[in-house]
């Protein structure tokens, strides 16, 4: 299994604190990715990392940070809160620019309440 | 609204039949798919990809066909297995970068002994 890791795996958060979602892989790979998934529309990128420090918007950024201050973390920020980001959030890595060889995280499950 | 579009939200099988899960989407400048699998509690995993200068991707059980005038794509599973049972999700990409693709909404096969 691909070493990636997402942490936590599941929170409930109240509306409008900051929440902090930590992706670590162990593989070196050079891009990260942060999805939402929610039903009726699949998975949806957040943001996403091209190398250290280098990051950027995905299709339903709004309300949401990362950063990649070294290889293996990229961190996903709510700012603050909402009840529309409860959903179940996932990472993904890849040592190339597709997706064919990408590992997916097992997904951290976020509720804001 | 959707550019890639899976119109059955579920999906029923007897064991050792086929199982053809459908794929359309509306930006015919496409030219990456992919199809992901995932199992409850588990981030999705790669399963096949085609790219628009085929027709058609075999691997294994897996065939998935592509008709680019039609915009569609379908993923054959032959002979179906009870541990294909799964959300199916299908991808679209115009130039195969792992930030650009689009996902279906999913499709859950499930797949009777």
């Known amino acids: 299994d691909a070493g990636i890791t997402q942490s936590p795996r599941h929170k409930v958060t109240e509306t409008g604190t900051p929440v902090t979602l930590r992706c670590h892989q162990t593989e070196n790979h050079r891009y990260m990715y942060w999805y939402r998934q929610d039903p009726g529309h699949g998975l949806r990128l957040i943001h996403y990392s091209y190398g250290v420090k280098d990051t950027d918007k995905g299709e339903v950024s709004d309300g949401y940070s990362v950063s990649r201050s070294k290889t293996e973390d990229f961190l996903l920020t709510l700012e603050s809160a909402t009840s529309s980001q409860t959903s179940v959030y996932f990472c993904a890595i890849s040592g190339g620019q597709g997706l064919t060889e990408a590992f997916f995280g097992q997904g951290t499950r976020l509720t804001v309440v | 609204d959707q550019q890639v579009k899976q119109n059955s939200p579920s999906l029923s099988v007897q064991e050792g039949r086929i199982s053809i899960l459908n794929c359309d989407y509306t930006?015919?400048?496409?030219?990456?798919f992919l199809w992901y699998k995932k199992y409850p509690a588990e981030g999705p995993t790669f399963l096949i990809s085609i790219s628009s200068i085929k027709d058609k991707n075999e691997d294994g059980r897996f065939t998935v066909f592509l008709n680019k005038s039609a915009k569609h794509l379908s993923l054959h599973i032959v002979p179906s297995q009870p541990g294909d049972s799964a959300v199916y999700f299908c991808a679209a990409s115009a130039d195969n970068y792992g930030q650009n693709f689009v996902f279906g909404p999913g499709t859950r096969l499930s797949v009777l002994p």
């Open positions: 930006n015919s400048m496409f030219d990456y």
